[in-house]
């Protein structure tokens, strides 16, 4: 593998949120973008690129193996022509065990992407505009999911809370959502908060999306690169600070962390 060795073999360390704050603090300021004009313009031309380097890729996959049902239905939010599953999630798609449902801003990154076995699977839709419910693209089927993921996208919504509380009655009981968080990003299309806060402060500010809106067991799941030892190898902006492994000249290697959350019963 290319930003570690043996990386499925490595536990991911995982730490508890906490919540900071007994109500939502934020306001509508926070959310307010320096490019307010139609996501859907923005989106209109295809982007084929991936947003995250290979190596954080192969460590994304890795995570999902070991979190993502192998029955059911999974929605894969702010989707493109990649969705990063490992083969094991291809395979129940194949064997009709699994259905991966899909809502993003272009059709032809989505018409690419070979999870969604119909075009009716996939919808596009602007989670900033009203309702900011992805059911909303499948009306009257009461679709309900045992998972949703979403990778590097959460920081771009404008509602978030009530995108993560949609979401929430929409997922079935002991569920989970897992939203990736690197620090690229297209600077004119995030959230304003987003570009005041440190590495750390944005997990806990995506932590804050999930504890108001009604998930429960909140964690931050540290993806970041690591060597055979399972010690961090980059710092937090993905900087490598240790010798990397034998072979391997890389000076940087993208940061990546899971928000991750479940509804259902409290542990």
Not at 15 to 21: E, G, I, L, S
């Amino acid at each position: 593998m290319s930003s570690t060795t043996s990386t499925s073999s490595i536990p991911f360390p995982t730490t508890p949120y906490k919540p900071r704050y007994d109500n939502w603090p934020y306001n509508a300021y926070d959310f307010q973008r320096q490019d307010e004009n139609d996501d859907g313009i923005f989106y209109r031309q295809p982007r084929l690129v991936t947003h995250i380097d290979d190596p954080a890729i192969e460590r994304l996959t890795a995570y999902y193996d070991t979190v993502l049902p192998m029955k059911g239905k999974i929605l894969d939010m702010c989707t493109s022509w990649k969705s990063f599953y490992p083969s094991s999630i291809k395979s129940a798609v194949q064997k009709g065990d699994m259905e991966v449902f899909g809502v993003g801003l272009n059709a032809e990154e989505m018409a690419m992407n070979r999870l969604f076995q119909r075009e009716t699977m996939w919808r596009v839709m602007d989670l900033n505009k009203t309702p900011s419910d992805p059911r909303a693209g499948w009306p009257g089927e009461d679709l309900k999911f045992d998972a949703v993921t979403c990778v590097v996208s959460i920081d771009y919504l404008n509602h978030p809370l009530e995108v993560c509380r949609n979401l929430l009655e929409a997922t079935n009981e002991g569920g989970s959502i897992h939203l990736a968080i690197s620090n690229r990003c297209f600077p004119t299309k995030i959230v304003r908060r987003w570009m005041m806060l440190n590495e750390q402060s944005r997990l806990e500010f995506v932590g804050d999306y999930l504890h108001f809106s009604g998930w429960i067991n909140v964690e931050i799941v540290d993806l970041c690169a690591r060597d055979e030892k399972g010690q961090r190898i980059t710092d937090d902006h993905g900087t490598v600070t240790s010798p990397s492994p034998a072979g391997q000249l890389m000076g940087h290697l993208d940061p990546l962390w899971i928000v991750r959350a479940t509804k259902g019963a409290a542990k």
